[in-house]
């Protein structure tokens, strides 16, 4: 005879096996949908009744929630119909009725070298990276700090707490995270946060926190985000002032008689013809434009770079 | 050889993915206070056995999508005992939308029963 824990886990670990190749954020809420159906379903239903066996009870409320292939089916259909923020591109929905692909990469759906301003992705890269700099310092502090003081007081008493709550809010710093990058970045993050099997022990939970995976990779993508804040801030912010001051370069020069494309070679001072500022401007275009593809790539990249370090598998 | 379970499935599910939203956005709609998935899931199957469109595992995706749709919102509260749950509730826009909604499938049905009354022999 099975306990409800085990027929609860197995159910579950049907259910994973039956949304295989499915997106891993969404195996990931439809597993805690699960076990928080099942587990709340199974305390209200024993307390109505105390005549019949747990697992009686248990197995009835399975076969209400639905087999495991049926709710993958129903996950994958749902998910299908609703990407992630920024996702509906025209592209993407082209290849879904196409069929070919499966998100569709932006890069088809704004075409050619100007179209990147019209696509929300590429603008939600470059809000990215400006923020970065803040989200990472304060990332990179908390984990730090959090570490320290818990390796710190870990002789006393209130190490343990304090261990516990630190621990967690890397977990919880990871989530937010994941949540930004979905709305920014469009890469689809899971929606809610992992479950916590509330009949373990705390000791096991305990264990399961120090030495779970998830807590790690979290806190190392925490760390991380400052040296890549800093990088994506300060190329953010040095193409976007250097593709401005060439884009004005002419008003400066014609409206502020200010010498611009001045080359100073020791007592030599070479002076470029006002009339060539246009040409500048033409250029800051260029580059502005550049700078806007990188964000796109750059929003990307770490799309999957969050991905694979704060969704377990 | 037709298989009848495998074409009575598929149009039911075919059927189900409008009416399932309209039904869940309507009992979200109508119910005071904010209610847990597991809640829904019983007001689902509370008519009878035949009501029965979607089992209780199904709603949660659905859930999902309206509230990505702004018809739903939702807060995660924690239990005295057993895992923390999710309350949804349905936001002004998902009011609207059910009436225009409800509309529809008046229309619908009023288009389909006349259909299947013989109504444009």
Redesign the interface.
């Known amino acids: 005879m099975k306990t409800t824990d085990e027929l609860i886990r197995t159910y579950l670990s049907d259910l994973k096996a039956a949304l295989r190749g499915a997106d891993k954020a969404t195996v990931q809420d439809a597993l805690a949908d699960a076990e928080e159906h099942l587990r709340t379903a199974l305390e209200n239903e024993l307390a109505e009744n105390d005549e019949v066996t747990e697992s009686e009870v248990l197995r009835s409320i399975i076969q209400d929630y639905g087999e495991p292939a049926e709710i993958a089916q129903a996950y994958r259909s749902w998910e299908a119909a609703l990407p992630p923020a920024l996702a509906e591109t025209p592209a993407a929905r082209r290849a879904a009725t196409q069929g070919t692909g499966t998100t569709g990469r932006a890069g088809n759906a704004y075409p050619g070298f100007f179209g990147v301003y019209a696509d929300p992705r590429a603008w939600g890269g470059l809000v990215y990276m400006l923020i970065s700099i803040i989200t990472g310092t304060l990332y990179f502090s908390w984990a730090v700090t959090g570490l320290a003081t818990s390796l710190g007081v870990m002789i006393l008493i209130i190490g343990i707490p304090v261990t516990i709550i630190f621990l967690l809010s890397f977990r919880g710093l990871a989530f937010l995270e994941g949540r930004l990058v979905e709305a920014l970045l469009g890469e689809r993050m899971p929606r809610r946060a992992s479950f916590t099997d509330s009949s373990l022990s705390w000791r096991e939970r305990l264990k399961i926190l120090l030495t779970g995976k998830a807590t790690w990779l979290s806190w190392i993508y925490l760390i991380l985000m400052l040296p890549l804040g800093v990088i994506y801030f300060t190329l953010a912010v040095t193409l976007l002032a250097v593709s401005l001051a060439l884009i004005v370069s002419p008003i400066l020069s014609y409206g502020f008689n200010l010498p611009i494309g001045t080359v100073v070679n020791g007592d030599v001072i070479w002076q470029l013809p006002a009339y060539y500022t246009p040409l500048f401007s033409v250029l800051g275009v260029g580059l502005a434009t550049v700078t806007m593809h990188l964000a796109r790539w750059v929003g990307r990249i770490q799309g999957k770079f969050a991905k694979a370090l704060l969704v377990s598998d | 050889m037709v298989d009848l379970q495998e074409t009575h499935k598929k149009f039911q599910k075919e059927l189900s ?1 409008g009416t399932v939203s309209l039904a869940l956005l309507s009992i979200l709609v109508q119910s005071d206070e904010p209610l ?3 809640q829904i ?1 019983k007001l689902v ?1 509370a008519g009878d056995e035949e009501g029965v469109m979607v ?4 709603i ?3 859930l ?2 309206l509230e ?2 702004g018809l739903l919102a939702s807060e ?1 509260e924690m ?1 005295d ?6 309350y949804y509730h349905a936001t002004d826009i998902g009011s609207e939308v059910l009436e225009t909604w409800t509309a529809t499938w008046q229309e619908t049905k009023t288009f389909v029963d006349n259909v299947l009354g013989g109504k444009y022999q």
Request: hydrophobic share 10%.
């Open positions: 993915s847990y998935g597991y899931g199957g089992k209780q595992g199904a949660y995706p659905v999902r999508s990505g749709q995660r239990s005992s057993g895992p923390p749950r999710r």
